[in-house]
């Protein structure tokens, strides 16, 4: 990836102590990216004055969103209500606070348990509506499938980039957001 690119570059990243979060962040800070990562106990992401605050606190150019409430499969079985509501308030709120803030791109980080339980390996993203997922993970893939749902919507009414990929379409979809402002005259905030 392209330093001059990413140098001085606002770039929040929930999730950023996560599994993902935790290779991405140090490779976009080596670039010279400005990163910050909001701590959950400092940022309730479910709360809508809180995620306000934080944008308000960043000010980011690009947001990259990987928070989830996820856990294993006994987790996911006694709290299958708290992980959908946890995700698609977290998820909206977001999205919702991207828009208004004017957010030039967003990146919203999928999740294979989103994918119908009978779908190929490896996952493509082109299988993601063929079917239901695996009953144990529904909540918390469904909660956050409906992230892209919300983005073809905002980008319909309101012209709201994003792209929202399952894990592995990470680099090419941060390639999109670099090709989008360097080579097709977009301009950022």
């Not at 144990?136 to 905002?154: F, S």
């Given at each position: ?26 490779r976009?800070?080596?670039?010279g ?46 709290h ?44 493509r ?33 309101f ?31």
């Open positions: 990836m392209d330093r001059q690119f990413w140098k001085n570059k606002k770039v929040l990243v929930t999730g950023g102590s996560g599994f993902l979060g935790k290779c991405l962040e140090p976009l800070l080596n670039l990216a400005d990163v910050y990562v909001p701590r959950s106990n400092e940022y309730d992401l479910r709360n809508k004055s809180s995620v306000e605050k934080l944008f308000s606190k960043v000010n980011p150019n690009l947001v990259i969103h990987m928070t989830a409430h996820g856990g294993g499969i006994g987790h996911m079985r006694s299958p209500g708290s992980i959908f509501y946890d995700n698609i308030m977290i998820n909206t709120l977001v999205i919702e606070t991207s828009r208004k803030y004017k957010i030039k791109k967003f990146i919203g980080i999928e999740t294979v348990c989103s994918c119908p339980k009978f779908t190929p390996v490896p996952f993203e082109e299988d993601l509506w063929d079917g239901y997922p695996e009953e144990t993970n529904a909540t918390y893939g469904l909660a956050k499938k409906m992230m892209l749902v919300q983005t073809q919507a905002y980008h319909q009414e012209g709201f980039k994003a792209k929202v990929t399952l894990e592995e379409g990470l680099k090419k979809t941060i390639e999109w957001y670099k090709n989008e402002i360097l080579f097709k005259g977009g301009s950022e905030k």
